[in-house]
């Protein structure tokens, strides 16, 4: 079973609109909660990574938050442009002795129509 | 400029055929990583290597093969044994702990191969 669920599965949203994308994790013990951005046909890109003690990050127009009580995490998009076009992916680290600890969920598609 | 190199772009394999991806990078990193991506699925790890001559197998190991002779170089071959190859296929590296701190995996911009 998954441990990241992510939500929608897709969005469209017209150009200058806000959106939210959410990440609900069952990850345990947690280490840290990662955004990446992948454009199609590209590689993702780092937009924030949260740990514990934190409970919002922001990256330009990009503002991560994270409750860790609840598990959930949310990525909100303020005055979305048409470059931001995009599936964004959440990634939650187990906090693990050794070994692979990252947990990825499946990724919204948004897409930012004119 | 710094980063991770894949190629090719795009490859075609016959059936029965190895194909070989190349994964590049000049980050300095110690740990490298393969995934493979399919429409409408998160991604999921092929192999991982933290160390130069060490590497262990992701979820999905099964058809593919990895080597870590240079820090630099990373490279998959997908064997006749993956019946079903084709995907896009990413690389990525990152500092040997960065699983745990603020540091993150970066990746390359992919390889995306079909069954001609």
């Known amino acids: 079973k998954n441990q990241v669920e992510q939500s929608p599965q897709s969005l469209i949203i017209l150009e200058g609109k806000n959106c939210t994308l959410q990440?609900?994790?069952?990850?345990?013990?947690?280490?840290?909660l990662r955004w990446y951005k992948q454009d199609t046909g590209r590689g993702p890109v780092s937009l924030t990574i949260m740990t514990f003690s934190e409970n919002t990050k922001s990256n330009g127009r990009y503002t991560a938050t994270l409750d860790a009580d609840t598990k959930q995490s949310s990525l909100h998009i303020t005055a979305s442009q048409l470059s931001d076009s995009a599936s964004y992916i959440c990634v939650v680290t187990k906090n693990s002795n050794s070994g692979y600890a990252l947990n990825f969920g499946k990724g919204t598609s948004l897409l930012v129509t004119p | 400029d710094g980063g991770i190199t894949q190629s090719p772009k795009y490859l075609f394999r016959k059936e029965g055929q190895n194909v070989t991806l190349s994964c590049e990078q000049n980050l300095n990193h110690d740990a490298m990583y393969w995934y493979r991506q399919d429409p409408g699925q998160g991604l999921r790890l092929i192999y991982y290597?933290?160390?130069?001559?060490?590497?262990q197998k992701g979820d999905i190991a099964e058809g593919y093969s990895v080597s870590r002779e240079k820090k630099e170089s990373f490279p998959l071959t997908v064997t006749s044994a993956q019946k079903n190859p084709t995907a896009f296929y990413l690389c990525?590296?990152?500092?040997?702990?960065?699983?745990?701190?603020?540091?993150?995996?970066?990746f390359g911009d992919g390889t995306r191969l079909s069954i001609l």
């Open positions: 990525a590296s990152s500092t040997w702990d960065s699983q745990y701190s603020n540091q993150p995996q970066h």
């Open positions: 290597s933290q160390i130069v001559n060490d590497f």
């Open positions: 990440c609900n994790y069952t990850v345990s013990p947690f280490s840290n």
